[in-house]
């Protein structure tokens, strides 16, 4: 069955500090790989989108990374935020029906000054 | 941000109203989708249109319409609605719905409240 899960489900880290989110997928015939980002009461916002060649991505602060092999992505934020506080939904996609996402639960993570 | 729009972005109602909520992209995309994301788990896809043609029905109980009258305005359509019906209703689009690394943007969603 084609899954997606990610940890931590909740992070809390101080303004200025880095973190590192997790995503393990069991999604065949993999497509792409997606991080979106979604604050409170919005919809998702692309961040980063890998396909099976590529094995990191950046966007500004955030460095999202991928190991097809161990099927395994992580997201990276450096020097964070307050306004990264948000929820970092993984979003992958398969080879045979790729406009059905399968989506994970999301991490929610809290930045505090 | 504003590529995508939804209206109302909250909605109270009974189980045995009728409601209709209103999606519109501004971003000249042939798919639209319709997302149900629950407190603390994945987002569900529910329909799913290319050109104003149904692709996609995921399993969706008949209690939600869905209606797409051109490519850029999709509406779902509720009548005698449950309480675990209670969530957030998301739209997006896509240029298509070929996939690929083809990206879809949603809408800020409308918070439903069934009571």
């Known amino acids: 069955k084609n899954q997606v899960e990610q940890s931590p489900q909740s992070l809390i880290i101080l303004e200025g500090k880095n973190c590192t989110l997790q995503c393990n997928y069991t999604v065949s015939p993999f497509s792409n790989l997606r991080w979106y980002k979604q604050d409170t009461g919005r919809g998702p916002v692309s961040l980063t989108i890998?396909?099976?060649?590529?094995n990191t991505k950046s966007n500004g602060r955030y460095t999202a990374t991928l190991d097809a092999d161990t099927k395994q992505s992580s997201l990276h934020i450096t020097a964070s935020q307050l306004s990264d506080s948000a929820s970092y939904i993984c979003?992958?996609?398969?080879?045979?029906?790729?406009?059905?996402?399968?989506f994970g639960s999301g991490t929610r993570l809290l930045v505090r000054p | 941000e504003t590529g995508v729009t939804q209206t109302p972005r909250h909605l109270v109602m009974g189980m045995t109203n009728k409601k209709s909520l209103k999606c519109e992209q501004h971003?000249?995309?042939?798919?639209m989708y319709w997302y149900k994301q629950s407190a603390k788990k994945p987002l569900e896809l529910m329909f799913v249109?290319?050109?104003?043609?149904?692709?996609e029905n995921n399993s969706v109980p008949s209690r939600f319409s869905p209606e797409c009258p051109n490519s850029s305005h999709l509406f779902l359509h509720l009548h005698t609605l449950q309480p675990e019906d209670s969530a957030l209703y998301l739209c997006a689009s896509s240029q298509d719905v070929g996939g690929g690394t083809d990206t879809q943007y949603f809408g800020p969603g409308t918070r439903l409240t069934v009571l």
């Open positions: 249109y290319s050109l104003e043609e149904r692709v």
């Open positions: 979003v992958v996609s398969a080879m045979d029906s790729s406009y059905k996402l399968i």
């Open positions: 971003l000249g995309h042939n798919a």
């Open positions: 890998m396909t099976f060649s590529e």
